[in-house]
T-cell receptor, first 112, second 117 residues
Framework: SQTIHQWPATLVQPVGSPLSLECTVE??????LYWYRQAAGRGLQLLFY??????ISSEVPQNLSASRPQDRQFILSSKKLLLSDSGFYLC???????????FGPGTRLTVT | AQTVTQSQPEMSVQEAETVTLSCTYD???????LFWYKQPPSRQMILVIR??????QNATENRFSVNFQKAAKSFSLKISDSQLGDAAMYFC??????????????FGGGTRLMVKP
C-alpha cells in the first residue's frame, strides 16, 4: 500500500529565516506530487505540482519554491520567510491517469 | 476557470440522524470529476467519495452518498446515521478530466460539521 509522509509536523520560524519542508511517498513510482497551503479556517490553495523529477509547475507567484530531486520526494522551500507564509502545508500525490489525490498529515508552520 | 462554492459554513446534526452538505460548481467543461474530502481535527485530508461526471448513477460509500445534478451543477453529500467521528470539515473539490488542464483540484471553502450526542 502507498503511504505519504511529511516532516516536520510542526515548525515555528522567525521572519526572514529559511524554510525546508519535505514530503515523501512510499509504495508507488512516478507519482504526481502537489503542495497546498491552507490558512486557518479556509480552503486549500494549490502552490506547486510536479509530474516528474525536476518538473515543477507553480500556480501562485509567491515567496516559496519547490523542488523534486527524486521520484518520490517533494520539497517546499523559502529563502526568507514572511509572516504571511504561516499556515498549514499539505502534500498530496496521485497516480498519473487517475484523478483522486491522497494527502499527507501536513505541517503546521508559524512564522513569528 | 472553475469555481466551487460551499454555501454552508457550518452544519450540525444529531447523532444517528441524516445530514446533507451542499456544493455547487461552475465549469464550461463536460467531463470532470467531483470529490468530497473530510478533514478531521488532525487536519489530514481524507477522501470520502468521488463522482465521475459522465456517470448518471450517484456514488455511494457505506453511509456516504451524493446527489449529483449535472445540469444544475450541484453535488451534495448525504451522511446517514451520523456518528461522532463524522465531525470534521468537509470540502468539495473539482478536477477537470482533460489532461491539458493540469492536475489540480479546485476546492470549495469547506463546511464544518458538528455532531451532537
Amino acid at each position: 500500500s502507498q503511504t505519504i509522509h511529511q516532516w516536520p509536523a510542526t515548525l515555528v520560524q522567525p521572519v526572514g529565516s529559511p524554510l525546508s519542508l519535505e514530503c515523501t511517498v512510499e509504495g508507488t513510482s512516478n507519482p504526481n506530487l502537489y503542495w497546498y497551503r491552507q490558512a486557518a479556517g479556509r480552503g486549500l490553495q494549490l502552490l506547486f505540482y510536479s509530474v516528474g523529477i525536476g518538473q515543477i509547475s507553480s500556480e501562485v507567484p509567491q515567496n516559496l519554491s519547490a523542488s523534486r530531486p527524486q521520484d518520490r520526494q517533494f520539497i517546499l522551500s523559502s529563502k526568507k520567510l514572511l509572516l504571511s507564509d504561516s499556515g498549514f502545508y499539505l502534500c498530496a500525490w496521485s497516480r498519473d491517469g487517475t484523478y483522486e489525490q491522497y494527502f499527507g498529515p501536513g505541517t503546521r508552520l508559524t512564522v513569528t | 476557470a472553475q469555481t466551487v462554492t460551499q454555501s454552508q459554513p457550518e452544519m450540525s446534526v444529531q447523532e444517528a440522524e441524516t445530514v446533507t452538505l451542499s456544493c455547487t460548481y461552475d465549469t464550461s467543461e463536460s467531463d470532470y470529476y467531483l470529490f468530497w474530502y473530510k478533514q478531521p481535527p488532525s487536519r489530514q485530508m481524507i477522501l470520502v467519495i468521488r463522482q465521475e461526471a459522465y456517470k448518471q448513477q450517484n456514488a455511494t460509500e457505506n453511509r456516504f452518498s451524493v446527489n449529483f445534478q449535472k445540469a444544475a451543477k450541484s453535488f451534495s453529500l448525504k451522511i446517514s446515521d451520523s456518528q461522532l467521528g463524522d465531525a470534521a470539515m468537509y470540502f468539495c473539490a473539482y478536477r477537470s478530466a482533460y489532461y491539458n488542464a493540469g492536475n489540480m483540484l479546485t476546492f470549495g471553502g469547506g463546511t464544518r460539521l458538528m455532531v451532537k450526542p
